[in-house]
């Protein structure tokens, strides 16, 4: 009986088997695929002609990229200044290195990163960039200062380390100190007014003017709508041969224009811009001196401006053409208070 059971276990396990093999395909061998096209190489950090920026003297930096063949990557080779840093046979992906190097010895001055990727069947792509290192020290903030934007190709506020929020696209030029934004068509920077828009203000900063277009706003904490009672507009108008700024802000009873404070020839020109607004007193400076002053009633009203923009109106100060700005900016200071004539005369020259 006992083996009677066990022939009628294995004619089950039999039949099992050859049920469960029904319908799969047999093995067959596939030739390799023919090495038909040589390697690709992406360097995603560092960036060509930017500049690595770090509070520390010899700093780390993360070395980025992506390496990328149709049959099989044999190797992937990092110099930098001409020394071999890094060297890379196996893959865990082997047609697609997604690599990323930290490099520890990174000191200041102009570097050449150079990267080779070969394949199996030998065939190579080289690719070299250029960028620099330089030592940027921790930013102290002045009394009551709120947000610092050096501009040094980037929009990182200096004070809290955060990065402003950008609309379009950002250009950067050699500035008054280091690099300088310059607007662009269509393109503005904004933050939340919490924290800037404070009942005394003051802001200080390097300007450039661009002729075109003929008006533009600069900064704008407004409302919806066109509520002058409250809010601040700085503005620029004019034409190919003159330009103008004007500024207009609320007290919430009224509005003051002080327009315009200053008339220039756009010539591209630095000059250094400061406003400061206690509960009394406006005052605007321009290249150190005072060129406009005015008494008010009561301090600066924030009613209903929840944002700031810079290099525009919009989206709440787009009336009367005050569209995007393509001047430049360099080394912007913001206040919650009144700022005196001796700390715009060093805000000039500070860094």
């Known amino acids: 009986m006992k083996i009677i059971k066990y022939l009628f276990a294995s004619a089950l396990i039999l039949l099992i088997a050859v049920s469960c093999n029904k319908g799969i395909d047999p093995i067959e061998e596939v030739a390799p695929k023919p090495d038909a096209s040589d390697p690709t190489l ?3 950090y560092p960036i060509e002609g930017k500049i690595v920026r770090s509070d520390q003297e010899v700093a780390t930096i993360v070395i ?5 063949d149709d049959v099989e990557l ?3 080779i990092v110099h930098l200044d001409g020394a071999e840093i890094a060297s890379y046979t196996t893959f865990k992906d ?12 990174l000191t200041d001055g102009d570097h050449t990163l150079r990267v080779i990727a070969t394949d199996l069947a030998g065939k190579t792509i080289e690719k070299t960039l250029n960028f620099k290192k330089v030592t940027v020290p921790v930013y102290n903030p002045l009394e009551g200062e709120t947000l610092y934007l050096p501009f040094e190709e980037s929009l990182i506020d200096g004070i809290s380390g955060e990065t402003l929020s950008l609309t379009g696209t950002a250009n950067y030029v050699e ?3 280091g690099t300088a934004f310059v607007g662009a068509p269509d393109s503005y920077i904004t933050m939340p007014s919490a924290g800037i828009a404070t009942p005394e203000f003051s802001v200080a900063f390097w300007y450039a003017a661009n002729a075109e277009p003929a008006r533009a706003g600069v900064i704008a904490i407004s409302p919806e709508g066109d509520d002058r009672k409250v809010g601040f507009r700085l503005l620029r108008e004019g034409n190919a041969t003159e330009q103008k700024l004007g500024l207009n802000f609320g007290i919430g009873t009224t509005e003051i224009w002080m327009n315009p404070f200053v008339t220039f020839a756009p010539e591209g020109q630095w000059m250094h ?3 400061t607004i206690s509960s009394t007193k406006a005052t605007i400076y321009v290249d150190g001196l005072v060129v406009a002053e005015t008494e008010i009633a009561t301090p600066l009203d924030w009613t209903g401006c929840p944002s700031m923009t810079i290099s525009s109106g919009v989206p709440n100060f787009a009336y009367w053409e005050h569209f995007s700005d393509q001047s430049s900016y360099d080394e912007m200071h913001f206040f919650s208070r009144a700022i005196s004539a001796a700390e715009v005369q060093g805000l000039m020259g500070s860094k």
């Open 74 to 76: 044999k190797s992937v």
């Open 94 to 105: 082997y047609r697609r290195a997604l690599i990323e190097y930290p490099y520890t010895n």
């Open 42 to 44: 992406q360097i995603l």
């Open 273 to 275: 811009v400061a406003i």
């Open 175 to 177: 500035g008054k100190s």
């Open 64 to 68: 980025k990229l992506v390496a990328v």
